[in-house]
């Protein structure tokens, strides 16, 4: 199910995640490139166990993270606990 852009940005906005052009996304920086490559495995497991897929980038010591429904067309709840899952491994 859609959500809406106040519901999105209710959810995460203070978690640092920007809503735009029908996703949520949202950029991490990390001391070595090799931890950034480490935190993205932890991330495609994660997104595996929820069958629900994320676009990643990785450049230098960064992660970008965009996430989006592409059969609903938006982002739904279950972009946003994706996003809240990825916060929880990254963060702890």
């Avoid at 959500?3 to 001391?31: A, V």
């Avoid at 166990?49 to 996430?67: L, M, R």
Wanted: hydrophobic share 35%; with cysteine.
């Amino acid at each position: 199910m859609l959500i809406s852009p106040d519901e999105i940005n209710k959810s995460l906005s203070s978690r640092g995640w920007k809503y735009s052009d029908k996703k949520i996304s949202k950029s991490y920086t990390f001391d070595t490139y090799i931890h950034g490559i480490e935190s993205v495995n932890k991330i495609a497991e994660l997104a595996e166990a929820q069958n629900h897929h994320p676009e990643i980038f990785i450049g230098y010591c960064n992660v970008d993270i965009s996430i989006s429904s592409h059969d609903l067309g938006g982002v739904s709840t279950k972009c946003v606990n994706l996003a809240l899952g990825i916060d929880n491994i990254l963060e702890a």
